[in-house]
């Protein structure tokens, strides 16, 4: 029975990390958008620039429906993940706790 509340605790632990894994992506992607005539102007080599390109270009595209309810315009349809993300991590840090105490 101990292996097993181990093996529990191990999974919430790792999907945990990958959570905050993947917000930590979400937030320097949407920093990247937000600054994006910057980013432009390091970028050197045309295959980055080429990509960074397409990128913008595809958050445009998401960003679309989002435009016209809201007034901020880059990046807006990351908030809603930002915002799963966010409640995810609570509550795997919930469940961590109560089998961190009802292991002793």
Known sequence: MYYVWLIFEGIVKYIFLGVLLSM???FTLMILLDQRNRVMGKLRFPI???KFVELCDFSDNLDAPYNQKRLFGIGSWMGDLILKGALCAFGLMIIWIILMALKG
Do not use: V
């Open 48 to 50: 980055l620039e080429d």
């Open 24 to 26: 930590a992506i979400l």
